[in-house]
């Protein structure tokens, strides 16, 4: 029996939004798949895995998880960064797929086995005015949902981010950032406006849905320490579940005064790619959820690394789940949601039902909370028939400028 590796296959397709997937199969025809999707850089890292890492793993033992994860580390040299670690990422979680085939086992039972019944997942509502709102939260909780992402316009800025431009009350909601153009769309921002406006918005959800609800959202990078400092007071009443991105993250001192005056939860990390963007805000404890993802923080093995370090200071996980991860890399985070301890809560935003004809999979919905399913491996085929129908399309990402034209943070 061999488990070298045979093929190394990328694999871009485009079921309503573009996915770039690895496909690693050994001698023996075991085949291993990872979700290598850089939303709006895709090509990047499917050239960084075809040109670089492919020639570098035919031949390979596909058993060999840590040290192909510290070879393609620190052999490049070059260490980090979204691209390197989504190429490192969609090695590493072929390969435990592989090797939860080869023990004829769910890989969450590799990872120590279940630690809960089920991942709680939060969803997302939005509306350009609240009764809109109001409508996107009651379909949420018709579908089960126990968590809910809230985002709302802001006055006098054209297209916020997580509001679906120009859908009609009551539309399903069916938000995606990055649109298949040439070019990025441009939104606009006013942080002052956003900071008048948005804790009537959660007064008004808690008034009409009540205490018990789980109620999340997103500031997506765009405010300044003490501004955001002052959300994370003026929500506190609202008892968020977490308040998300706060300031761009790059700075991880400007968590220390947001924290300083705030017992609003923090989330951090969706743009993280390893352990060492964390460091300072666990050791401090700055934060209370790590919300990187399995795709672009180095596979299962990278994101691991980072709960685990998190667990030490009873920091819960918080794992990034929008469209943009394939359901490749959704099937390897509820994996890892099940099996760790400090698990928190995981992001859902459903697929396209057109994406579910590449990708076919194993994983449940039930009351609120996700399983990865009981096959073997991760429990996702991707079915090359349907891929060839939908050939890669450019998408960007927006960007975001304030009124006098200045490029803000998206
Ligand atoms: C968002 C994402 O899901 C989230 O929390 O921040 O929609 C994010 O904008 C995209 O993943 C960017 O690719
Ligand atoms: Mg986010």
Redesign the pocket.
């Known amino acids: 029996m061999s488990t070298l590796i045979r093929s190394v296959e990328v694999l871009v397709s485009s079921p309503s939004r573009n996915f770039v997937t690895l496909r690693i199969t050994t001698e023996d025809g075991v085949v291993g798949l990872g979700d290598a999707t850089l ?2 850089r895709e090509l990047a890292v499917a050239s960084y895995l075809r040109d670089h890492l492919a020639p570098l793993l035919v031949g390979r033992d596909a058993h060999l998880i840590e040290d192909t994860w510290q070879f393609l580390y620190r052999g490049a040299y070059w260490r980090r960064g979204p691209v390197t670690m989504t190429a490192i990422a969609a090695v590493d979680v072929a390969l435990w797929d592989i090797k939860a085939k080869l023990a004829n086992m769910p890989l969450y039972q590799l990872l120590g086995g279940a630690s809960r019944t089920g991942a709680l997942v939060y969803a997302h509502a939005a509306g350009g005015d609240i009764p809109s709102l109001f409508d996107s939260v009651r379909q949420r909780l018709d579908e089960g949902y126990r968590a809910i992402r809230i985002q709302v316009a802001v006055p006098g800025v054209a297209k916020s981010y997580g509001v679906q431009a120009g859908a009609a009350r009551g539309a399903k909601y069916a938000y995606e ?2 649109k298949r153009a040439g070019l990025s769309v441009e939104e606009g921002w006013d942080s002052a406006a956003y900071l008048r406006h948005l804790p009537g918005v959660f007064e008004a959800v808690r008034n009409e849905f009540g205490p018990d609800l789980l109620l999340l959202h ?1 500031v ?1 990078h765009r405010l300044t320490p003490i501004q955001a400092a002052r959300l994370g007071k003026s929500l506190e009443p609202y008892d968020l579940f977490w308040m ?2 706060v300031t761009p993250a790059e700075n991880q001192e400007a968590l220390r005064l947001v924290r300083e005056h705030t017992t609003t939860p923090i989330a951090i990390g ?1 743009v993280f790619n390893s352990v060492w963007d964390y460091r300072d805000l666990v050791r401090e404890q700055l934060i209370d959820y790590v919300r990187a993802s399995v795709v672009h923080a180095g596979g299962i093995t990278g994101l691991r690394r980072i709960f685990d370090y998190a667990a030490m200071y009873q920091i819960k996980s918080g794992s ?3 469209t ?1 991860i394939s359901p490749v890399g959704l099937a390897a985070a509820l994996h890892l949601d099940l099996a760790i301890h400090n698990f928190g809560i995981q ?1 859902h ?1 459903a697929h396209q039902p057109l994406a579910h004809e590449v990708f076919q999979t194993s994983y449940t919905f039930d009351g609120g909370l996700m399983h990865p399913g009981d096959e073997p491996g991760l429990g996702v085929a991707y079915d090359d028939e349907a891929a060839a129908r939908f050939d890669y399309e450019p998408a960007y ?1 927006p960007i975001a400028r304030l009124a006098d034209g200045t490029i803000h943070d998206w």
């Open positions: 939303n709006g950032p990055a997103d997506h998300e991105d969706e990034h789940g929008p943009d992001e935003m990402l």
